[in-house]
């Protein structure tokens, strides 16, 4: 196969799916019809769905030879995206991931390739614009789209372009994939991350696209955020852990959480012990009211007692891994 990938040729998509039935066969079938060159090729890996996806991915591939139906035994992402590369990624430059709860705008693919073209980045990350339908995701998405919630991370904010330490990712040359092993299938969370420290470290870059981005969509109910600002946390201590680094800047604020509101037991015995938690609720509902009151958002209280619930949960995560408290993996 031609090594030069231009937007008009060809590039392996790999989708992990779990139980997505809801976004899995649209957004297949949006990619079926945009992409009309023979040489792409689109594999589900799906970990197991029960909820009817599968059916949905398999009338796909029978309706677009170029999507494939692919076995994830693993059930996690990192292991989905290993295994597509080792099965079908040699014959390619370029592997682009793709989210089955993604949303993407049209030539979203061929926009990544240009910007690698243009760059020659080994990875190519884009900003995520979250958004929600009911009325948990809507407040959720005002929460992880301000600084509230993702403490100025740059692939939370929509950029301009430009050289990165980490972000969503989106495009991969298959040949730096291959050369620091992929993802390390032992992480269920922050996998994206770890990767692109260890890219960094053998010498590649990553290039945040200003071209495009795409919409995410949170999670629907308080538990389910919950649990998963919980492995987030988890994650982000295993890769600390792993590659002996400080957490960023933005990530020493949430650190404190967990510990505060452990802290307010302490009240009994001395009143001040309070105050870390007061003040750390005061500031995230106070900005909650402020997103209501100033940016004229309805939603804006309830994503500051959503921010709560995120910063509580990632901080809980965190130093439950840090201590080697509770499992060490989980899929969800």
């Given at each position: 196969?031609?090594?030069?990938?231009?937007?008009?040729?060809?590039?392996?998509?790999?989708?992990?799916?779990?139980?997505?039935?809801n976004?899995?066969?649209?957004?297949?079938?949006?990619?079926?019809?945009?992409?009309?060159?023979?040489?792409?090729?689109?594999?589900?890996a799906?970990?197991?769905?029960?909820?009817?996806?599968?059916?949905?991915?398999?009338?796909?591939?029978?309706?677009?030879?170029?999507?494939?139906?692919?076995?994830?035994?693993?059930?996690?992402?990192?292991?989905?995206?290993?295994l597509?590369?080792?099965?079908?990624?040699?014959?390619?430059?370029?592997?682009?991931?793709?989210?089955?709860?993604g949303?993407?705008?049209?030539?979203?693919?061929?926009?990544?390739?240009?910007?690698?073209?243009?760059?020659a980045?080994?990875?190519?990350?884009?900003?995520?614009?979250?958004?929600?339908?009911?009325?948990?995701?809507?407040?959720?998405?005002?929460?992880?789209?301000s600084?509230?919630?993702?403490?100025?991370?740059?692939?939370?904010?929509?950029?301009?372009?430009?050289?990165?330490?980490?972000?969503?990712?989106?495009?991969?040359?298959?040949?730096?994939?291959?050369?620091?092993?992929?993802?390390?299938?032992?992480?269920?969370?922050?996998?994206?991350?770890?990767?692109?420290?260890?890219l960094?470290?053998?010498?590649y870059?990553?290039?945040?696209?200003?071209?495009?981005?795409?919409?995410?969509?949170?999670?629907?109910?308080?538990?389910?955020?919950?649990?998963?600002?919980?492995?987030?946390?988890?994650?982000?201590?295993?890769?600390?852990?792993?590659?002996?680094?400080m957490?960023?800047?933005?990530?020493?604020?949430?650190?404190?959480?967990?510990?505060?509101?452990?802290?307010?037991?302490?009240?009994l015995?001395?009143?001040?012990?309070?105050?870390?938690?007061?003040?750390?609720?005061?500031?995230?509902?106070?900005?909650g009211?402020?997103?209501?009151?100033?940016?004229?958002?309805?939603?804006?209280?309830?994503?500051?007692l959503?921010?709560?619930?995120?910063?509580?949960?990632?901080?809980?995560?965190?130093?439950?891994?840090?201590?080697?408290?509770?499992?060490?993996r989980?899929?969800?």
């Open positions: 196969m031609n090594k030069h990938v231009s937007p008009e040729d060809c590039c392996l998509i790999v989708i992990p799916c779990l139980n997505e039935r976004y899995i066969g649209a957004l297949l079938n949006a990619l079926s019809m945009e992409l009309q060159a023979p040489g792409w090729r689109i594999v589900v799906d970990g197991g769905s029960k909820d009817g996806s599968q059916d949905i991915i398999k009338a796909a591939c029978a309706i677009d030879p170029r999507i494939i139906f692919l076995d994830n035994p693993k059930r996690l992402q990192s292991a989905a995206i290993n597509a590369v080792a099965r079908y990624g040699r014959d390619f430059e370029y592997l682009v991931r793709m989210d089955a709860h949303q993407y705008p049209k030539s979203y693919c061929q926009q990544l390739i240009a910007d690698a073209e243009m760059t980045a080994a990875s190519v990350v884009v900003a995520l614009e979250t958004t929600g339908f009911n009325t948990i995701q809507k407040a959720a998405a005002i929460a992880q789209n600084k509230i919630g993702n403490g100025g991370s740059p692939h939370r904010n929509l950029s301009t372009g430009g050289y990165v330490d980490h972000g969503h990712h989106a495009l991969m040359r298959v040949s730096a994939f291959l050369a620091v092993g992929g993802y390390d299938e032992t992480f269920s969370h922050n996998e994206d991350a770890e990767l692109d420290f260890r960094r470290k053998a010498g870059r990553i290039w945040i696209s200003g071209r495009t981005s795409m919409v995410y969509h949170p999670r629907a109910s308080v538990g389910a955020l919950f649990c998963q600002y919980l492995n987030y946390g988890r994650g982000r201590a295993r890769n600390i852990r792993k590659h002996k680094t957490p960023a800047l933005r990530q020493m604020l949430p650190l404190t959480v967990a510990p505060a509101v452990a802290g307010t037991v302490l009240a015995f001395y009143w001040a012990a309070i105050v870390p938690a007061f003040a750390w609720a005061f500031t995230c509902i106070g900005y009211f402020y997103l209501r009151v100033r940016q004229q958002m309805p939603h804006g209280p309830l994503a500051g959503l921010a709560m619930v995120m910063h509580v949960a990632w901080s809980t995560g965190f130093w439950l891994e840090m201590l080697s408290l509770g499992p060490r989980s899929v969800s």
